[in-house]
């Protein structure tokens, strides 16, 4: 089926709102065929996860969309970086990567992007509402705006995110499409490890199962009552490093499943998955590869970015004793102005927290060379720090986090 | 007499090479080294190939949506596949291979084939790949 292109489509293709858009709308236009679209729809905004410098050909395309005398058409943030712009000492790569990496990031606001520089750009002022046609771009950016907030977003990637972002259109495919965001499986959390206080460990063992469900819209039911969205956070990124989920529903939390009938539109699950707490401690316990009482040289928190909610729960932990081993905090700049207004960044700071904003601890070298055991609260760095940072993780709540932070070695409470 | 099978064109551009036929879909982020071309995902049935100038047969994608990047970046350093065959359409793979072409005149032609051709294609000691803009013609060269 050929694509359906209205006056718009044709005008940016024929270079009518540049060459810059052209060059974008062919790439658009080509994927959209690829992926069986039959035409294009607008978006309210655009999230691009191209600044972490992966190749030159990363910039070459950013810079040839400049030299064409590009500049976004929809509101675009920005995912992390290589390198913290408003901390660069923290760097300790190679120095060329490091240059690169800020050239990327520079290119970038060049077209028009803003500098959010954030994995969690629904923290920010840039939320997108429900209901709203956006292109986003990053795994657990992408199924937070989908489950979360209700936004329709399929998994925009390299280029893709970037040419929605220059022509304000998106394709209509996928979960764009009301029909197809439906749950296919149910997923009922039987019960729930009793020593486990709140939802959180819950929530990256839930998330981890999920991911390894493979194809079909997981609907959840049976997650605490005091889930909140800080938890549906880390649950999103643990289902998305183990798996390619972009949505799920969660029963009487999240919106598109204020009950099982919404979540299903009243047709019945394709499959049923059931998950009891020896489920959920195996789970958690295999995100750790080392073992509990081992030595660690760091923590690290804030993968996917830290939110002002998780700074609150923090700091009370964090009084009292200092810990023997830093701990690093990834989150974005909006974040740290609210810490900065509270008064919390010095009583941070003199509890021997590392705070990283525009990039993450887990994609580019922050921490030194001698801390290669870590622990973290995160799912997605316990699935993907081992390989991205050749490091040994332990894995565990953040209360734990912060007693192995006082005691140097993996405490369990 | 050489034997033709038709695909779909997903990037258009010619080219000859022995197939590499992967077991399961493949990551370009993280599975492929950009710099020698070899398949690292340790995971990976076929880790240690290496796809440099062959036609990769893959029956689809999979995961992370850098894939575009690694692939046009795989292509830009001269170590990227001589062509790519797809049992399911991929819009990251078709990406990266439009990519590498607008910005380095590179083609890697991407078809999409049916799955009853797989076995024969894959069992060739080459294949010629031709992808227009009609369509595509995967052919079985006499040897």
Not at chain 1, 206 to 227: K, Y
Not at chain 1, 381 to 387: E, H, N, T
Not at chain 2, 122 to 134: E, K
Request: charged share 20%; hydrophobic share 45%.
């Amino acid at each position: 089926m050929p694509l359906e292109l209205t006056a718009f489509d044709a005008e940016l293709l024929a270079g009518a709102h540049g060459e810059a858009a052209a060059f974008a709308m062919r790439l658009l236009a080509k994927f959209a065929e690829a992926v069986g679209a039959r035409r294009f729809l607008d978006i309210e905004a655009a999230h691009v996860d191209g600044c972490l410098y992966l190749g030159k050909a990363s910039l070459d395309f950013v810079e040839r969309l400049i030299a064409l005398g590009g500049r976004v058409r929809a509101p675009t943030t920005l995912n992390v970086g290589s390198v913290d712009l408003l901390h660069p000492d923290l760097f300790r790569g190679d120095a060329q990567l490091g240059a690169n990496g800020r050239r990327l990031m520079q290119a970038h606001l060049a077209l028009g992007c803003l500098p959010t520089f954030t994995c969690a750009p629904y923290q920010t002022r840039h939320r997108p509402r429900f209901g709203a046609q956006i292109a986003w771009g990053e795994s657990n950016a992408i199924v937070f705006a989908n489950s979360v907030i209700g936004a329709r977003t399929e998994r925009y990637g390299d280029f893709i995110d970037l040419s929605c972002a220059m022509t304000g259109r998106a394709p209509e495919f996928g979960l764009h499409i009301g029909a197809n965001r439906r749950a296919r499986i149910l997923v009922e959390i039987v019960d729930i490890p009793a020593e486990w206080d709140g939802a959180e460990l819950a929530c990256v063992a839930v998330g981890h199962l999920v991911g390894r469900l493979g194809e079909g819209v997981p609907a959840i039911s049976g997650l605490p009552a005091t889930t909140c969205e800080d938890d549906l956070k880390a649950l999103g990124a643990a289902a998305a490093s183990s798996g390619a989920v972009a949505l799920f529903h969660a029963i009487g939390l999240t919106p598109e499943a204020p009950t099982l009938d919404a979540a299903f539109a009243g047709l019945a699950p394709e499959r049923v998955v059931r998950f009891t707490a020896d489920d959920l401690r195996e789970a958690a316990r295999s995100l750790s590869t080392i073992r509990d009482g081992a030595p660690i040289d760091a923590v690290t928190l804030g993968t996917p970015h830290f939110s002002i909610g998780e700074f609150a729960r923090l700091t009370p932990l964090l009084e009292g004793e200092k810990p023997r081993v830093e701990i690093w905090i990834n989150c974005n700049r909006e974040t740290l102005e609210a810490l900065r207004a509270r008064g919390w960044e010095e009583k941070l700071q003199a509890a021997g927290v590392i705070l990283v904003v525009d990039t993450c601890t887990y994609v580019t070298k922050l921490m030194r060379d001698g801390q290669r055991a870590i622990m973290t609260n995160s799912g997605k760095c316990a699935y993907y720090a081992p390989g991205n940072l050749g490091a040994e993780v332990a894995f565990g709540s953040l209360r734990e986090c912060v007693a192995s932070a006082r005691a140097g070695r993996v405490t369990r409470l | 007499m050489s034997v033709f099978v038709a695909g779909q064109t997903l990037a258009q551009g010619a080219a000859t090479g022995a197939p590499l036929a992967l077991d399961e879909p493949l990551s370009f982020w993280g599975g492929l080294d950009v710099k020698t071309g070899r398949i690292i995902d340790r995971w990976h049935p076929q880790v240690g190939e290496q796809v440099t100038g062959r036609v990769l047969m893959m029956p689809a994608g999979r995961g992370s949506s850098s894939g575009s990047a690694a692939l046009a970046e795989a292509l830009r350093v001269g170590v990227g596949p001589a062509a790519i065959l797809l049992l399911k359409r991929d819009g990251i793979v078709v990406v990266g291979a439009l990519a590498a072409a607008e910005l380095y005149g590179r083609a890697c032609p991407v078809a999409l084939i049916a799955r009853e051709d797989w076995t024969r294609l894959r069992a060739a000691g080459r294949l010629d790949v031709r992808a227009g803009p009609d369509g595509s013609r995967i052919a079985v060269p006499d040897d």
